[in-house]
């Protein structure tokens, strides 16, 4: 028989609900190191406190050459706050957030509600999206999939302007190719990838394994150009045979404040789990958008209806062993 009072059953009863939920907003903050980040700089922190997880960028991890003003940054953030949502609503509750004035953004455990498959679907997904490099081919995925990512991305006030026309989808290959030439003869751009790149024995928890790039030549002479993340030793893991014949889509945010990065960030990862499972991979066309005359070029080219914050390639691709991240000690502190 309990000898404990009421009141002491009550406040033991607190103390265990809170632990629980200390518990599980650990868990969301372990799940959010699964976003998406440029470079696999994974350039965020997270804090608990008084029953809440913040979640904020990391200006120690600041790409200032290719991303001065921080705006992919702050598009991997809204990455992670997405991924700790669905993590969230996997557990049965609705998350409300909160944007600070400083940039913070302060996630809680709203109303308890139903579990529904779909919310489990999405979880899954959050350990298998990949970045995949190589061919990827989006001809068998379902006719319907690209409104789902349509409206994955507008439930973020977000648009996916899907890249269909032959004369678009040339525009947009050439301004890439383009960009990337000048990215790679601008000052500093070099030294900046360079520490992000891992070869096979190194075991670092951040950064792009050297392996998992198509390589420059193979990149070349595709439709579209991508970022090389190749070293002098490594071998490119993704130049594989393959059909190669993605869907192309624009993420567009109607302005360009940190608001907006944030929320470009979420419908993004909205976007690659949605996409995910469906059993498609992502790549990335973004050397435009970081020289601001290619970025603008673009917008007016492809007549997008606002400024252009991320460029993806989807669609059906090879296997890809997960990229590191660091541990979740590592990004999660207690206030
Ligand atoms: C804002 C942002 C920009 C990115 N830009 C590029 C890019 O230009 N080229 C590229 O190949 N990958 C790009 N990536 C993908 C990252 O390199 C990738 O997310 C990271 O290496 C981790 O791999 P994962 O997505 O498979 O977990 C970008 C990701 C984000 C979130």
Redesign the pocket.
């Known amino acids: 028989m309990s000898t404990t009072s009421p009141a002491g059953r009550a406040a033991v009863a607190e103390l265990a609900e809170h632990a629980n939920q200390r518990e599980r907003l650990a868990w969301y903050a372990d799940m959010a190191r ?8 994974q350039p965020w922190c997270f804090e608990i406190r008084d029953g809440r997880l913040e979640l904020a960028s990391d200006p120690q991890r600041a790409l200032r050459v290719t ?1 001065p003003v921080g ?3 702050v ?2 953030l809204g ?1 992670a706050v997405h991924v700790a949502t669905v993590a969230m609503r996997s557990r049965g509750y609705e998350p409300t957030l909160r944007l600070l004035p400083d940039g913070r953004v302060r996630l809680a455990e709203g109303a308890p509600r139903e579990v529904r498959d779909d919310d489990r679907l999405l979880c899954r997904e959050i350990s298998r ?5 190589g061919p990827l081919d989006a001809s068998g995925l379902s006719r319907s999939l690209p409104f789902l990512l349509q409206s994955a991305a507008s439930a973020y006030g977000v648009t996916l302007r899907l890249v269909t026309a032959e004369g678009d989808r040339r525009s947009l290959a050439a301004l890439v190719e383009r960009a990337d030439r000048l990215l790679v003869q601008q000052h500093g751009v070099d030294d900046e990838l360079r520490p992000w790149l891992r070869d096979a024995r190194d075991a670092r928890s951040d ?2 394994p050297a392996s ?2 198509r390589g420059a030549a193979a990149s070349y002479r595709a439709e579209f150009v ?2 090389d ?1 190749s070293t002098g030793t490594s071998a490119p893991g993704q130049d594989r045979p393959g059909r190669d014949a993605a869907m192309v889509g624009v993420l567009c945010t109607a302005g360009d404040t940190s608001a907006d990065w944030l929320a470009a ?1 979420q419908a ?1 990862s909205s976007v ?1 789990l949605r996409a995910s499972t469906s059993g498609a991979h ?6 435009p ?2 020289l601001p005359a290619l970025r603008a070029e673009l917008q007016r080219d492809l007549l997008l209806p606002g400024p252009p ?3 993806l390639r989807l669609g059906v691709g090879g296997p ?1 062993a ?2 590191p ?1 660091r541990p979740v000690q590592d990004v999660l502190r207690y206030g």
């Open positions: 699964w976003a998406p980040s440029k470079h696999n700089s991303d705006r992919e940054m598009i991997s990455a999206r990949r970045t995949d490099r950064g792009v998992h790039t991508q970022r993340f960030g993004l690659l992502a790549s990335y066309l973004n050397q958008l970081e914050q991320v460029v890809v997960p990229p991240r």
